[in-house]
Antibody
């Protein structure tokens, strides 16, 4: 069965960096585009970034462009999110999610990880 | 960026009743609208995509309709386990955006 497991969350000081990982199993990872979505405490969902299945194309939400970098290692079945210059408003649960489309990109999120909590605080 | 507005904010119904949730887009998204269910303490789960297609394993009591700017998620007969927040999401225009959610409470 499809599984996505995030790791790397924690408490980080403002201005510092953090890298989240999302390990995938149960499907052919290299065939699917992958997304990051976050949810601030008691708030709604915010799409952050997408990376194509081959890693050659990436897109970001304007709100995080320049501070977040999405990447993947298809040999390790792992998705990453590098976050720099973190701010208090980046405090959220960060989810990785699979795009529904095999060998393409539809912008529909059919499987989600359990989430990684990032708290930005001094 | 397309703004999705969901109504009502909260819906309180008894088991067996019909729930109707609305999502309105600030401009047309064609049929490129999905619905997700998020139970307390859990990740979101895809229910409906492209306005009316049920995702794999989703019970038939969940159905979606609409096109353009107005969409509806219907739960035909509420079960206690349907307690959750429901989000709509559009992919008709980049970037993907979500509505603010409708909380369904079970009386």
């Amino acid at each position: 069965q499809v599984q996505l497991v995030e790791s790397g969350g924690g408490v980080v000081q403002p201005g510092r960096s953090l890298r989240l990982s999302c390990e995938a199993s149960g499907f052919t990872f290299r065939n699917y585009g992958m997304h990051w979505v976050r949810q601030a405490p008691a708030k709604g969902l915010e799409w952050l970034a997408v990376i194509w299945n081959d890693g050659n194309n990436k897109y970001y939400a304007d709100s995080v462009k320049g501070r977040l970098t999405i990447s993947r290692d298809n040999a390790r079945n792992t998705l990453y999110l590098e976050m720099n210059s973190l701010r208090a408003e980046d405090t959220a649960v960060y989810y990785c999610a699979r795009d529904i489309r095999d060998s393409g990109l539809d912008g529909i999120f059919d499987f989600w990880g359990q989430g990684a909590l990032v708290t930005v605080s001094s | 960026e397309i703004v999705l507005t969901q109504s009502p904010a909260t819906l309180s119904l008894s088991p067996g009743e019909r729930a109707t949730l609305s999502c309105r887009a600030s401009q047309s998204v064609s049929s490129y609208l999905a619905w997700y269910q998020q139970k307390p303490g859990q990740a979101p789960r895809l229910l409906i995509y492209d306005a009316s297609n049920r995702a794999t394993g989703i019970p038939a009591r969940f159905s979606g309709s609409g096109s353009g700017t107005d969409f509806t998620l219907t739960i035909s007969s509420l079960e206690p386990e349907d307690l959750a927040v429901y989000y709509c999401q559009q992919r008709g225009n980049w970037p993907p955006t979500f509505g603010q959610g409708t909380k369904v409470e079970i009386k």
